[in-house]
């Protein structure tokens, strides 16, 4: 059972998820299992994640591609992911 719920921040994001899951389904798959069970753990998707800088510094980033990812940001209080982008590196 998933220890955190993982909630895009809007339609297009979630439409974003759904075409991401469609082109890779192993590598989302495999996204959505870390983001579920321990989303702030660096170690367990190594070189994969990092903390934002600047005004996105609330945001942790999970490197989907070479050129795609993932913004989120994590309430412990709540066990809650918020997805707030998933694209092309910007």
Request: aromatic fraction near 12%.
């Amino acid at each position: 059972m998933p220890q955190y719920r993982i909630i895009c921040k809007n339609h297009n994001v979630e439409k974003c998820w759904r075409s991401y899951e469609e082109q890779m389904p192993d590598k989302m798959a495999e996204i959505k299992t870390f983001l579920e069970e321990n989303p702030t753990d660096r170690s367990k998707a190594p070189g994969k994640v990092k903390k934002l800088k600047g005004r996105l510094k609330r945001f942790l980033q999970y490197d989907i591609t070479d050129s795609d990812r993932m913004w989120y940001e994590v309430d412990p209080n709540e066990k809650v992911v918020y997805v707030e982008y998933i694209g092309p590196h910007q």
